[in-house]
T-cell receptor, first 115, second 111 residues
Framework: DTEVTQTPKHLVMGMTNKKSLKCEQH?????MYWYKQKAKKPPELMFV???????INESVPSRFSPECPNSSLLNLHLHALQPEDSALYLC??????????????FGAGTRLSVL | SQQGEEDPQALSIQEGENATMNCSYK?????LQWYRQNSGRGLVHLIL?????REKHSGRLRVTLDTSKKSSSLLITASRAADTASYFC???????????FGTGTLLAVQP
């Protein structure tokens, strides 16, 4: 199984709402990632979890709060978002990277619209 | 910004033709990867070339790497309409779990 599953596929939320994005993988990968992607742009890294610990935070605003409950799950909690946060949010996973090879497997993404 | 640059930004070809896209990067790398993204979907890993390799093939894909020029190219031979997608290079320094993605090339293959 080389699948990374993201839910929901689409999300519309108001600026005062609280919502969560979910990501799941069963490949035994120990590194998981959140990316934000705007139209016609490359993915921008937001967070990296390695062995369930946050290892990289790319200076992301606190209205985005990641959580890694276990090695298979990754959540992104959203609160008080701005319209400019509307984007495709991608989750990815990879083996722990200690081999020097970091091939990432991506989910299909959550299309988020903030009104 | 550490982001790599890709050119062309967009490429339109006929089915059966070859497509070449180029990637330039700024820092030392451990390896370079190419990913494909169909519209509004996730990225799919295509091929990885290590820093000590100069050329690699996988099916209709051919990747070259010139570390002295900090550049790579991806050639897709005998293109098909299904190859229509955005293509991103991504560099890996090997120091962290972080990939640095290029700006992307949007390929349109006309049937």
């Amino acid at each position: 199984d080389t699948e990374v599953t993201q839910t929901p596929k689409h999300l519309v939320m108001g600026m005062t709402n609280k919502k969560s994005l979910k990501c799941e993988q069963h490949m035994g990968h120990r590194a998981m990632y959140w990316y934000k992607q705007k139209a016609k742009k490359p993915p921008e890294l937001m967070f990296v979890y390695s062995y369930e610990k946050l290892s990289i935070n790319e200076s992301v605003p606190s209205r985005f709060s990641p959580e890694c409950p276990n090695s298979s799950l990754l959540n992104l909690h959203l609160h008080a978002l701005q319209p400019e946060d509307s984007a495709l949010y991608l989750c990815a996973s990879s083996q722990d990277g200690s081999s020097g090879i970091n091939i990432q497997y991506f989910g299909a993404g959550t299309r988020l619209s903030v009104l | 910004s550490q982001q790599g640059e890709e050119d062309p930004q967009a490429l339109s070809i006929q089915e059966g033709e070859n497509a070449t896209m180029n990637c330039s990067y700024k820092t030392s790398i451990n390896n370079l990867q190419w990913y494909r993204q169909n519209s509004g979907r996730g990225l799919v890993h295509l091929i990885l070339i290590r820093s000590n390799e100069r050329e690699k093939h996988s099916g209709r894909l051919r990747v070259t790497l010139d570390t002295s020029k900090k550049s790579s190219s991806l050639l897709i031979t005998a293109s098909r309409a299904a190859d229509t997608a955005s293509y991103f290079c991504a560099t890996d320094s090997g120091a962290t779990n972080k990939l640095i993605f290029g700006t992307g090339t949007l390929l349109a293959v006309q049937p």
